[in-house]
């Protein structure tokens, strides 16, 4: 009985010191302060990228020396579009968008372009029909009666 009790007073102390092992030096409020640090940066690259996806576009319309002017960021825009600029090229006027393809109301937006060509909706505070052309995630959008056949098919190219 005595030499059980001292076998498991042994194994008590050894299992205690084992567990010490695996103690870390690091406190634990340090840990959490790298996470934060983690999710900030995360958090700020995302936004990046956001900025620069749309911005990839105007990009390659560059380098393939698609000739458009009067580029403008749009703020109030008739859906709920992650970003979208106007901009005019064979002085029509032209909305590209950037849209949230993962969200059901959006992701409806860019089947009704995709299947018909054309898309309703309110720039400058007028409600119009558009022709409407679709990449990816990308819509772009411009007035019936406008022939873009240069713009369309950069816009296609671009991946």
């Known amino acids: 009985m005595k030499k059980t009790k001292i076998s498991l007073l042994m194994l008590?102390?050894?299992?205690?010191?084992?567990c010490s092992m695996f103690d870390s030096d690091e406190p634990v409020e340090d840990t959490k302060d790298d996470i934060v640090d983690k999710a900030k940066d995360t958090e700020e690259e995302m936004k990046e990228e956001k900025e620069e996806n749309i911005s990839k576009m105007f990009d390659y319309f560059d380098k393939n020396e698609v000739d458009?002017?009067?580029?403008?960021?749009?703020?109030n825009m008739d859906f709920a579009a992650e970003e979208g600029y106007s901009f005019k090229y064979n002085d029509e006027y032209v909305y590209l968008y950037r849209l949230n393809d993962?969200?059901?109301?959006?992701?409806?937006?860019?089947?009704?372009?995709?299947e018909s060509g054309n898309l309703s909706a309110t720039q400058n505070g007028v409600e119009q029909n558009y022709k409407a052309f679709v990449?990816?995630?990308?819509?772009?959008?411009?007035?019936e009666d406008a022939s873009l056949d240069d713009l369309y098919t950069q816009f296609n190219k671009y991946e």
């Open 12 to 18: 008590l102390v050894l299992s205690m010191s084992a």
């Open 68 to 75: 458009y002017i009067d580029k403008e960021k749009l703020e």
């Open 102 to 114: 993962t969200d059901v109301m959006m992701q409806g937006v860019l089947d009704e372009a995709t």
């Open 135 to 143: 990449n990816g995630n990308y819509l772009m959008l411009h007035s």
